[in-house]
């Protein structure tokens, strides 16, 4: 039978975990927090991929639940004690990529007038959880770079991120043929 590689070690049972590196840190430290935030983001956009069927889409998903793993890979490392390793470094492309979906995508959308409602398709609807997530996220972000070193461009992406999952949220529904709600101020 082949060796198999537990699940459960029992090293985080006190409540402590390993950073990039073996440094122990507690679960509840603000660090772990952010990156943590970007693997819940990770597996909503997981959840988003399982309700998209445009392959375009579906491939633009993927590329970014990678470049996500990148970014939790460099908040789990504490760069003043151990350098990145290549791996764990977002490039300012990836900002340049999203960018450029988001324009790509926002041409064909209606112009906006109002606040849209979260709503639409259930794969719209989802991408607006994964909006929201992603805006929790870039908080915790900037709670950790209040303590520790953070590197600019991944609050770039994580900005822009929250923009390419609205204007995919919008383009989910409008393609859907589902109708677009906006906020009424009563």
Same mark, same amino acid.
């Given at each position: 039978?082949?060796?198999?590689?537990?699940?459960?070690?029992?090293?985080?049972?006190?409540?402590?975990?390993?950073?990039?590196?073996?440094?122990? !840190?507690?679960?509840?430290?603000?660090?772990?927090?952010?990156?943590?935030?970007?693997?819940?983001?990770?597996?909503?956009?997981?959840?988003?991929?399982?309700?998209?069927?445009?392959?375009?889409?579906?491939?633009?998903?993927?590329?970014?639940?990678?470049?996500?793993?990148?970014?939790?890979?460099? *908040?789990?490392?504490?760069?003043?004690?151990?350098?990145?390793?290549?791996?764990?470094?977002?490039?300012?492309?990836?900002?340049?990529?999203?960018?450029?979906?988001?324009?790509?995508?926002? !041409?064909? *959308?209606?112009?906006?007038?109002?606040?849209?409602?979260?709503?639409?398709?259930?794969?719209?609807?989802?991408?607006?959880?994964?909006?929201?997530?992603?805006?929790?996220?870039?908080?915790?972000?900037?709670?950790?770079?209040?303590?520790?070193?953070?590197?600019?461009?991944?609050? *770039?992406? !994580?900005?822009?991120?929250?923009?390419?999952?609205?204007?995919?949220?919008?383009?989910?529904?409008?393609?859907?043929?589902?109708?677009?709600?906006?906020?009424?101020?009563?």
């Amino acid at each position: 039978m082949a060796d198999k590689s537990n699940v459960y070690t029992h090293t985080g049972d006190k409540g402590m975990t390993s950073l990039v590196g073996g440094k122990r !840190i507690k679960k509840n430290d603000v660090r772990l927090e952010a990156y943590g935030t970007v693997d819940e983001l990770n597996s909503n956009i997981g959840l988003l991929l399982s309700l998209v069927d445009n392959s375009h889409d579906h491939d633009f998903l993927l590329t970014i639940q990678n470049k996500l793993f990148v970014i939790g890979s460099n *908040l789990a490392t504490d760069t003043s004690e151990r350098d990145l390793s290549k791996g764990s470094i977002l490039e300012a492309e990836a900002v340049e990529f999203l960018e450029k979906e988001i324009d790509e995508i926002d !041409i064909h *959308l209606p112009k906006l007038k109002a606040f849209v409602l979260p709503g639409g398709t259930t794969a719209a609807s989802q991408a607006h959880v994964c909006r929201t997530v992603c805006r929790r996220t870039e908080r915790r972000i900037l709670d950790l770079k209040e303590v520790a070193k953070v590197d600019d461009v991944i609050c *770039l992406y !994580i900005n822009r991120l929250s923009d390419y999952l609205f204007v995919l949220a919008r383009k989910l529904t409008v393609n859907s043929g589902h109708k677009e709600y906006f906020w009424k101020r009563t």
